[in-house]
T-cell receptor
Framework: KAGVTQTPRYLIKTRGQQVTLSCSPI?????VSWYQQTPGQGLQFLFEYFSETQRNKGNFPGRFSGRQFSNSRSEMNVSTLELGDSALYLC????????????FGSGTRLTVV | DAKTTQPPSMDCAEGRAANLPCNHSTISGNEYVYWYRQIHSQGPQYIIH???NNETNEMASLIITEDRKSSTLILPHATLRDTAVYYCIVRVATETSGSRLTFGEGTQLTVNP
């Protein structure tokens, strides 16, 4: 079966711009989570969506937001980009976000210049 | 979620078993132990999880001590492709707990030819 698909794979943006990243979960998976990975902070949880509702949120500023559509596809948006937002953004999906493991996508590498 | 402690790095010879330890002395009764790995520049990959019984799947075995304060991930016949950062995560897993995985520093496993 198809895995978790994230687009685009690479992105270069300028400070102050905004960006939207997309994640298509595995078919049938209703939970979609987003993570940020940087060399300094490691993997950090951003937020989780389940059935179009945000169920969990990490400790990130309001510039980071997301949403989930009725087909479970999810997008995350970062507004007013800062240099420190340069990172690998990873999406993970699961059937229900509970006991089962999560399947991660390959990520979107965002570079802010 | 309980905190975990892992050695920062380990080496293993190709074809030998790799035993990766994890300490989670503050684990609660309803918290599961999960293992993920991340090969450079890819998304984390789910390996295995367990509550208190030992678990085995096609990738690895998970041994949890009787007091549940520590566990060991065993890769029975390590290959060069098993070189990765391995993360031990402890979390509650219920229908409403969501997917907030807290990644620590992990263990960099290097499999040598």
């Amino acid at each position: 079966k198809a895995g978790v698909t994230q687009t685009p794979r690479y992105l270069i943006k300028t400070r102050g711009q905004q960006v939207t990243l997309s994640c298509s979960p595995i078919s049938g998976h209703r939970s979609v989570s987003w993570y940020q990975q940087t060399p300094g902070q490691g993997l950090q949880f951003l937020f989780e969506y389940f059935s179009e509702t945000q169920r969990n949120k990490g400790n990130f500023p309001g510039r980071f937001s997301g949403r989930q559509f009725s087909n479970s596809r999810s997008e995350m948006n970062v507004s007013t980009l800062e240099l420190g937002d340069s990172a690998l953004y990873l999406c993970a999906s699961s059937l229900d976000g509970a006991k089962r493991g999560y399947t991660f996508g390959s990520g979107t590498r965002l570079t802010v210049v | 979620d309980a905190k975990t402690t892992q050695p920062p790095s380990m080496d293993c010879a190709e074809g030998r078993a790799a035993n990766l330890p994890c300490n989670h002395s503050t684990i609660s009764g309803n918290e599961y132990v999960y293992w993920y790995r991340q090969i450079h520049s890819q998304g984390p990959q789910y390996i295995i999880h367990g509550l208190k019984n030992n678990e085995t799947n096609e990738m690895a075995s998970l041994i949890i001590t009787e007091d549940r304060k520590s566990s060991t991930l065993i890769l029975p016949h390590a290959t060069l492709r098993d070189t990765a950062v391995y993360y031990c995560i402890v979390r509650v897993a219920t229908e409403t707990s969501g997917s907030r995985l807290t990644f620590g520093e992990g263990t960099q496993l290097t499999v040598n030819p």
